[in-house]
């Protein structure tokens, strides 16, 4: 048997019906399209919103992107960190001093001068600010992202929907 041997069983192939063919028939006369209004006269045009601003014209005037896979991060800088006059820094810390939210990530930036050594723990660091926490004798610890706020894989981000 090859490809060009198969066929459909008989009886599976039902013809499409043709209609605006006269009364005689179904779907004669009107053919299925009710009576009168805009529908039953021509093919309405593909995007029409019954003269409202169609959406392709109203997206122009939407400027700009939202990306969804933006991670934000709470700033701290190492002035702030120095005010604080804790050896230990921790988002939990971060918190109860009020220079972050509880549900936030942090980022430290290295605006500001340390004298004594910090051991410091956040979600993310500028590199001047891990050399300066560094080369004061500090040390530096990189959390983990929430798995609720981690950027897709990468490579295929726009799966088929």
């Known amino acids: 048997m090859?490809?060009?041997d198969l066929k459909s069983p008989p009886g599976s192939i039902k013809r499409k019906r043709i209609v605006g063919r006269g009364i005689a028939g179904k779907g004669g006369k009107t053919a299925g399209r009710g009576t009168k209004g805009q529908k039953a006269r021509r093919q309405i045009p593909a995007g029409f919103e019954g003269g409202q601003l169609p959406l392709l014209s109203r997206i122009p005037f939407s400027?700009?992107?939202?990306?969804?896979?933006?991670?934000?991060?709470?700033?701290v800088n190492l002035d702030a960190l120095a005010q604080l006059g804790l050896s230990e820094i921790t988002p939990?810390?971060?918190?109860?001093?009020?220079?972050?939210?509880?549900?936030?990530?942090?980022?430290?930036?290295?605006?500001?001068?340390?004298?004594?050594?910090?051991?410091?723990?956040?979600?993310?660091?500028?590199?001047?600010?891990?050399?300066?926490?560094?080369g004061a004798g500090g040390t530096v610890t990189v959390l983990d992202l929430?798995?609720?706020?981690?950027?897709?894989?990468?490579?295929?981000?726009?799966?088929?929907?």
């Not at 700009?64 to 700033?75: A, I, K, L, S, W």
């Not at 001093?97 to 549900?103: A, I, S």
């Not at 798995?147 to 894989?153: G, K, L, N």
Request: glycine share 6%.
């Open 92 to 134: 939990e810390v971060l918190i109860e001093k009020g220079l972050m939210r509880k549900k936030d990530l942090v980022k430290v930036l290295g605006r500001g001068e340390l004298s004594s050594a910090l051991n410091v723990s956040a979600h993310r660091f500028s590199a001047s600010a891990k050399a300066a926490i560094e």
């Open 2 to 4: 090859k490809l060009h």
């Open 63 to 75: 400027k700009g992107f939202t990306n969804p896979f933006r991670v934000e991060y709470t700033p």
């Open 146 to 161: 929430p798995f609720a706020v981690r950027p897709p894989a990468s490579g295929n981000q726009h799966q088929n929907r």
